[in-house]
């Protein structure tokens, strides 16, 4: 059984110095991907200076600043092609809980999940250092995804997840569109409309304490306009799994 964490970055420097010992000290190995941004603040370059510690530590860096959808791309297919069986998403700074990824490993090993989620709403709200506006927004963001796709999934745009390799393939075999927050839903919900086992892991979601959140209106704004083209073009897409994948 084969792991591998993909953690994009844009100016997560002092982040990723933390986050690799965090996960490279679990009991359960897990390779890490980073897929960096070309980040003026030197991610990259840190991430070389720790690969000369840690030998489950890989990095992919673009020419620029392409948007959490095309780093997200680039690792599952590079993950694909090195042929991990379990594919996890993370975030650099520490929101998502490291010993969390455990959890969700479980739940699509032992336990019979396609796609395992680390929700932040499905046993109330557990956000911590969220200011109230923030919290609100992502809490009806959810509310609205669920309406418009029929998704019963709590946490729609959870960034925290882990795929088997063979639902991965499948999920990839259809173009995803969007690249922003959007992408986050445009994942799960091409997961369901393939009828595959989706479950969410309560996790209590921190607040980054470095660096600069990522988070904007313009975000927001993309993903409600983007779960609405989402929702259309499906109207004119047959889904269905691959043996193949």
């Known amino acids: 059984m084969t792991n591998l964490v993909i953690i994009p970055t844009y100016n997560e420097k002092e982040n990723i110095e933390s986050i690799v010992p965090a996960i490279s000290s679990l009991d359960e190995k897990f390779d890490i991907l980073v897929v960096d941004?070309?980040?003026?603040?030197?991610?990259?370059?840190?991430?070389?200076?720790?690969?000369?510690?840690?030998?489950?530590?890989?990095?992919?860096?673009?020419?620029?600043?392409?948007?959490?959808?095309?780093?997200?791309?680039?690792?599952?297919?590079?993950?694909?092609?090195?042929g991990y069986d379990y594919i996890f998403e993370m975030d650099a700074d520490f929101s998502h809980n490291p010993s969390d990824l455990i959890r969700l490993l479980n739940a699509c090993h032992n336990e019979g999940a396609?796609?395992?989620?680390?929700?932040?709403?499905?046993?109330?709200?557990?956000?911590?250092?969220w200011p109230l506006s923030r919290i609100l927004m992502s809490y009806f963001a959810s509310i609205y995804v669920r309406t418009i796709t029929g998704m019963k999934?709590?946490?729609?745009?959870?960034?925290?997840?882990?795929?088997?390799?063979d639902v991965l393939k499948n999920i990839l075999r259809y173009q995803i569109k969007s690249v922003g927050y959007c992408f986050q839903i445009e994942m799960k919900f091409i997961a369901w409309k393939l009828g595959y086992k989706i479950v969410e892991i309560p996790i209590v979601f921190t607040d980054r304490r470095i660096g600069t959140s990522k988070m904007s209106g313009g975000v927001f704004n993309e993903a409600f306009w983007?779960?609405?083209?989402?929702?259309?073009?499906?109207?004119?897409t047959r889904y269905r799994i691959s043996q193949e994948a």
């Open 153 to 165: 999934i709590k946490d729609t745009t959870a960034g925290f997840k882990c795929y088997r390799r």
């Open 226 to 236: 983007g779960v609405l083209r989402m929702k259309i073009r499906s109207f004119f």
């Open 37 to 82: 941004d070309n980040s003026p603040d030197g991610t990259g370059a840190t991430v070389k200076q720790l690969q000369q510690r840690y030998n489950n530590l890989h990095l992919i860096e673009k020419p620029g600043k392409m948007g959490l959808g095309a780093a997200y791309l680039t690792g599952f297919r590079w993950a694909i092609e090195k």
């Open 114 to 129: 396609d796609l395992a989620i680390g929700s932040r709403y499905i046993s109330g709200i557990n956000v911590i250092n």
